[in-house]
């Protein structure tokens, strides 16, 4: 194909939208992908009646296709019409990964009208993006709930006299892959102050709590053993 006979994705990217239905609408997105069109379609609630689109921003949980040409392609490859599934953004309460997560994506001939386009999105993307944003949500839902049984575990500690407020330390983990951290320190004896420091992280298979004592006495270190074996003996350890 001749480079000056390539589509245009600015001018045909309209009508697309407007071929995926009324509540479809395009942006233009030249400075992360020069040439590019998001098309998007936002989540409004469950069952009928969902599905309004806005353009104005690409945030949050919306049904988002890249829109685009290669320009460099060549052979058969070249003018065809790439329809990119793309992820929803990352909330703010917790974070994952969802990197191995497939979206979707299809060539289409760019010889075919913009209708057409969009009746090949609907067949053979959009099952794809449905699937890829239903396995988003299991994880999103399973992020939230580890982190709220973490916190939970993390408050019930801070609960005890003594014991300072959970807090995180700054690194390169998902936010709330990040272990809980707190600390207690104890009246001061002429030999030592004794001192208690917690560390809570939840993962798929549930909460643990790593209890690190230091500076108990012999008699201070036996009370402490008796009462987790007691506790266990009981069944009311978690």
Sequence with gaps: MDRTALPETMTIAPAVAAGLG??????????RHRGSIWITRPEEGRGRGRGTAHLETDE????????????YASGSAAGRIHAHGRCPDQ???VAFYD???GFGSITV????????????????LMPQLESGLSLWHERLEEARA????????AQQLAA??????????????YGNDRPWHLSWSGRSTQLATPRAAAEVSSTAS????????????????ERVLRALVEACERGSAD
Excluded: Y
Aim: aromatic fraction near 2%.
């Design 206 to 221: 549930g909460t643990h709590v790593r209890l690190e004592l230091s500076q108990l006495t012999g008699a201070q270190a």
């Design 109 to 124: 001939a760019g010889t075919k009208t913009p209708r057409q386009i969009a009746a090949e999105i609907r067949r053979r």
């Design 99 to 101: 990197g191995d997560i």
């Design 60 to 71: 949050g949980d919306r049904r988002r296709i890249r829109l685009f040409i290669d320009h």
């Design 22 to 31: 009324p509540d479809w609408t395009c942006q233009s997105d030249e400075e």
């Design 146 to 153: 580890k982190e709220a049984r973490g916190s939970a575990v």
């Design 91 to 93: 909330p703010d309460d």
């Design 160 to 173: 005890v006299p003594g014991m300072t407020a959970p807090t995180r330390a700054s690194n390169g983990l």
